[in-house]
C-alpha cells in the first residue's frame, strides 16, 4: 500500500484515452467503502463523461481548467440531512479514490468546490449545484477528474519523510 501512496501525485493532463469501466468501477467501489462518521455514507456521486458538462464543470474555479480534457469528472456530494461530517466523510472519500485511481493506472487532482475561490460563474458550489441539479439538501466537496496520466509526475521519495515532524506523547 506505500507504494500506492508513494505514486499519488496530482495530475492535471491526461491522455485522450478512455477509461475502462472496471477500472472505473473499482475506483467507485474505493468511494464507497469510504470511511464516514457513524457510518451514515452521506455521500453520493456524479460520474460526468459528456464533454459539454466537463466544459461547464471547467469554468468552476479559476483552478479547474483542466477537467475538460479528463475523460471522467467524479462530483462528490453530501447529503446534509442524513450527515454532519461533511468536510470530513468527503476528504476521506477523496483520498480513497485518489488512491485506487493510482492503483488502476490512473491520475486526478481534487479541485476543491465547497469553499473554492470564485470565477467569472459566481459561487463554485452553486454554479456546480445548478450545471448538475444537484438538489438543495446537498453539499459539494469537489471535483475529481480522472484519467490516464499525460506523464507520470515522480514518487514521492524518502527523503521527503520528516522525522522532525513526528512527536511522541506530547508535542
Request: hydrophobic share 35%.
Amino acid at each position: 500500500m506505500l507504494e500506492i501512496i508513494r505514486q499519488r501525485r496530482s495530475v492535471r493532463s491526461y491522455l485522450k484515452k478512455e477509461i475502462e469501466e472496471e477500472k472505473l468501477n473499482e475506483v467507485l467501489k474505493a468511494a464507497m467503502f469510504s470511511p464516514t462518521a457513524r457510518n451514515l455514507r452521506p455521500w453520493e456521486f456524479i460520474v460526468i463523461t459528456d464533454e459539454e458538462t466537463k466544459k461547464k464543470l471547467s469554468s468552476a474555479t479559476p483552478y479547474a481548467s483542466f477537467a475538460r480534457d479528463a475523460p471522467v469528472v467524479l462530483v462528490i456530494c453530501y447529503d446534509m440531512n442524513r450527515g454532519r461530517r461533511f468536510k470530513e466523510d468527503c476528504s476521506l472519500c477523496a483520498e480513497n479514490i485518489y488512491l485506487e485511481a493510482v492503483n488502476q493506472g490512473l491520475g486526478t487532482c481534487f479541485i476543491q468546490i465547497a469553499e473554492g475561490t470564485e470565477a467569472d460563474v459566481g459561487n463554485p458550489e452553486d454554479y456546480v449545484k445548478k450545471v448538475l441539479s444537484i438538489p438543495e439538501n446537498f453539499r459539494v466537496q469537489c471535483l475529481l477528474p480522472i484519467g490516464y496520466p499525460e506523464k507520470l509526475p515522480a514518487p514521492h521519495r524518502d527523503e521527503e519523510f520528516e522525522e522532525g515532524k513526528i512527536h511522541y506523547e506530547k508535542f
